[in-house]
T-cell receptor
Framework: DGGITQSPKYLFRKEGQNVTLSCEQNLNHDAMYWYRQDPGQGLRLIYYSQIVNDFQKGDIAEGYSVSREKKESFPLTVTSAQKNPTAFYLC????????????FGQGTRLTVV | GENVEQHPSTLSVQEGDSAVIKCTYSDSASNYFPWYKQELGKRPQLIIDIRSNVGEKKDQRIAVTLNKTAKHFSLHITETQPEDSAVYFCGSSGTYKYIFGTGTRLKVLA
């Protein structure tokens, strides 16, 4: 059953702690993306990766980090430097490049307590 | 940097009426323009897309138009139904970067 999976669905973090969100795909897609979704602000691009071992900052990369050691995995770490981390995070992937349909994971809702 | 502006942010229509959502993009290199529908608590899913070499595309009740000169594109939904109620996002992408508008919450009133 092919798809893109994010885990966990809900995540709680204490202020000052780093936390890593998982994103795995078995679609054999080359490109992967992370977005943050806040009410009224749409989907904002955090980081994207077109190929293994390479990634670029999106529009709101400050306070986040990523890695792309394997084609199927693109974890996002929310660091303590992110001032307002409470949000809904969506991971997506495309076959190659950005001019094709993006497939989204089901999202992770992160709450800082 | 590149951005996509989307209007309106909310839209209420009577069942059976048409709905139009408009987007404007800034990057001249953009060549792919998808529209996604996100139902409450679910992931966004593609409903229609258009490439820069096409001016209009239609799929049953849904159509998208693109004016590349003016850098804007629109989603048209005809004969709206209650199940069309959702948040709709327009997207814009060039070679590698995939960005989205701020979303439109569509409510179809029965």
């Amino acid at each position: 059953d092919g798809g893109i999976t994010q885990s966990p669905k809900y995540l709680f973090r204490k202020e000052g702690q780093n936390v890593t969100l998982s994103c795995e795909q078995n679609l054999n897609h080359d490109a992967m993306y992370w977005y943050r979704q806040d009410p009224g602000q749409g989907l904002r691009l955090i980081y994207y990766s077109q190929i293994v071992n390479d990634f670029q900052k999106g529009d709101i990369a400050e306070g986040y980090s990523v890695s792309r050691e394997k084609k199927e995995s693109f974890p996002l770490t929310v660091t303590s430097a992110q001032k307002n981390p409470t949000a809904f995070y969506l991971c997506a992937s495309t076959i190659q490049g950005a001019d094709t349909e993006a497939f989204f994971g089901q999202g992770t809702r992160l709450t800082v307590v | 940097g590149e951005n996509v502006e989307q209007h309106p942010s909310t839209l209420s229509v009577q069942e059976g009426d048409s709905a139009v959502i408009k987007c404007t993009y800034s990057d001249s290199a953009s060549n792919y323009f998808p529209w996604y529908k996100q139902e409450l608590g679910k992931r966004p899913q593609l409903i229609i897309d258009i490439r820069s070499n096409v001016g209009e595309k239609k799929d049953q009740r849904i159509a998208v138009t693109l004016n590349k000169t003016a850098k804007h594109f629109s989603l048209h939904i005809t004969e709206t139904q209650p199940e069309d109620s959702a948040v709709y996002f327009c997207g814009s992408s060039g070679t590698y970067k995939y960005i989205f508008g701020t979303g439109t919450r569509l409510k179809v009133l029965a």
